[in-house]
């Protein structure tokens, strides 16, 4: 008698299948997670760069990067105490920090593209504003490279352009009770309109004040370039009243998670990341901060003043 020929059964088959199929279903959000906590350390790091790039520029002109000149922003009032300041201008504070992120050869290609007088940009113009630079990049949220452009800025730079995930601190605001679109300034930050700052200007000390953080963004528009809080070029624009709103930020509300048809991205900090949000302060630490963190604290982290709440989680 022949052996019998030894074979899974059709039901012993399925049986492996689903159980299969249950272990990558307990594997993939672990797989996830541990993904996300490396792009989470990742973020963190450039942050981390770009905060000691602050502390490179301040140690060689003796104030920190920030105001270049740039128009107040849309929708935030600052009731006559900071005014836009004809007398300073040039680039803005990404490209002031560019040659302390090992891009000298960008900074030199870009870093007077803010205020040139451009009728049409030309082909060098055009390749040099869509250089990416990886440490202003969040990757959790979008890869490096660069994103369509609105065609007011299309105008001067060409069709698309490098952007960036971080914004450096504003200060604190209040939201209008009105119109939320509204912000008002009530304390400024480490960028002040019309003002550069010093480290002495930092009163609160710097471990407890903002330098930069992760900018909020709408979840649908990574990409497009439509969002109002991302159209202006890494490089920035100082004629455009529409520029600093995608690299400057402030604390009018709680930051809080991107979400979908987030209108007020442009004043806010947020972030990609369920854990919460990063944020680099003056004396270079880096920290991720809840998402509930009470709203006082946050405004006075955001402040350069004196006299605020303040915290030590």
């Avoid at 279903?25 to 905060?51: G, M």
């Avoid at 698309?160 to 209008?176: E, I, K, S, V």
């Avoid at 471990?207 to 528009?221: C, I, P, V």
């Amino acid at each position: 008698m022949k052996n019998a020929r030894k074979a899974f059964t059709l039901i012993e088959l399925l049986v492996v299948i689903a159980i299969i199929g249950v272990l990558v279903a307990l594997l993939s959000p672990a797989i996830q997670s541990a993904r996300e906590a490396a792009r989470l350390v990742q973020c963190q790091n450039h942050l981390k760069q770009i905060v000691l790039a602050g502390h490179n520029y301040q140690s060689q002109f003796r104030y920190l990067p920030g105001y270049a000149g740039e128009r107040p922003p849309y929708f935030v009032d600052y009731q006559d105490r900071h005014r836009y300041n004809p007398d300073l201008d040039g680039a803005n504070w990404i490209s002031q920090s560019l040659p302390s992120l090992e891009q000298n050869h960008l900074f030199e290609l870009t870093g007077d593209l803010n205020t040139r007088p451009i009728d049409r940009p030309d082909a060098q113009i055009i390749d040099s504003v869509q250089i990416a630079v990886e440490t202003l990049h969040c990757p959790s949220r979008r890869s490096a490279t660069a994103y369509p452009l609105d065609p007011r800025y299309q105008q001067r730079f060409g069709p698309a352009a490098a952007r960036n995930d971080y914004a450096m601190c504003g200060g604190a605001a209040d939201a209008d009770g009105e119109s939320e679109k509204l912000i008002d300034n009530i304390r400024v930050g480490v960028w002040t309109l019309g003002k550069r700052t010093r480290f002495r200007d930092v009163l609160d000390g710097l471990s407890q004040t903002y330098y930069a953080g992760e900018k909020a963004m709408d979840l649908l528009e990574y990409h497009s370039g439509i969002d109002f809080g991302d159209r202006s070029p890494m490089v920035g624009w100082n004629q455009m009243r529409t520029s600093a709103h995608s690299y400057v930020r402030y604390a009018a509300r709680q930051p809080v998670r991107d979400k979908p048809d987030n209108c007020l991205s442009c004043h806010d900090f947020g972030s990609a990341h369920p854990a919460g949000w990063n944020a680099a302060f003056a004396d270079g630490s880096v920290r991720l901060i809840s998402y509930s963190r009470d709203l006082e604290i946050h405004r006075a982290m955001a402040s350069i003043a004196a006299g605020e709440i303040q915290s030590n989680d």
